[in-house]
Every structure is written in structure tokens, then in C-alpha cells.
């Protein structure tokens, strides 16, 4: 079994910074693309930002000029960097990966549990 922990959530004020930290373990093989996600109450959860085994991404319009993610595939942890907080932000954030597991014949999708992101003042 894979587990996915997200950490780096907390409250922040309007314009701060938070970096969201996602690492997963277990008899993993490969982890092809990983991503985060977010809900916020009432809402659908909401993709924000992928990023691909070449280590190219794609981010959600809603989020691209001010969040930027990024893979460190020795550590098998996906960031996300957000800034310039808004109160638009406030959600549980959650990662996603695509892993391949030791002995496997193919990739599954992997959910963490979700960190608490809330910007108020």
C-alpha cells in the first residue's frame, strides 16, 4: 500500500506564502505524474497544477501566475509554492500521484489526506 502525506498547510494572511510538501511511500517502483488538488466547502474539488515524469506542468488559470509546482523525484515528493494568498484560497488541499508499485503491472492514482490551507486576516 501507498501513502501520500501532505504537509506545509496552516492559516496565513492575505498576501502571505505557504509551501505545500507531499511525500509518498511504500514499495514504490516509479511515480510517473503527480498533482494537487483542492476543495473548499460547497465546491468540487478543483485541480490546480500537474506536473509530468519529464518534470513539465500544466496550472489551473485560477492559480498560475501565483503558484508554482515542483518534484524532487530522489525524495518522491511533489510542492507546491503558492503565493500572494487570497481568501479566494482557503480550502483542503490535497495531492494526487500516479505510482507504480513494485511487481505491479500497472500505475494506480493515490490520494493524500488532505492539508488545511485557511488566508484570513
Known amino acids: 500500500q501507498v501513502q501520500l502525506v501532505e504537509s506545509g498547510g496552516g492559516l496565513v494572511q492575505p498576501g502571505g506564502s505557504l509551501r505545500l510538501s507531499c511525500a509518498a511511500s511504500g514499495t514504490i517502483f516509479s511515480i510517473s505524474t503527480m498533482g494537487w488538488y483542492r476543495q473548499a466547502p460547497g465546491k468540487q474539488r478543483e485541480l490546480l497544477a500537474v506536473i509530468m515524469s519529464d518534470s513539465s506542468t500544466n496550472l489551473a488559470d485560477s492559480v498560475k501566475d501565483r503558484f508554482t509546482i515542483s518534484r524532487d523525484n530522489a525524495k518522491n515528493t511533489v510542492y507546491l509554492e503558492m503565493t500572494s494568498l487570497k481568501s479566494e484560497d482557503t480550502a483542503v488541499y490535497y495531492c494526487?500521484?500516479?505510482?507504480?508499485?513494485?511487481?505491479?503491472?500497472?500505475?494506480?492514482?493515490?490520494w493524500g489526506q488532505g492539508t488545511q490551507v485557511t488566508v484570513s486576516s
Open positions: 494526487n500521484a500516479k505510482i507504480l508499485l513494485r511487481f505491479s503491472v500497472r500505475e494506480y492514482d493515490y
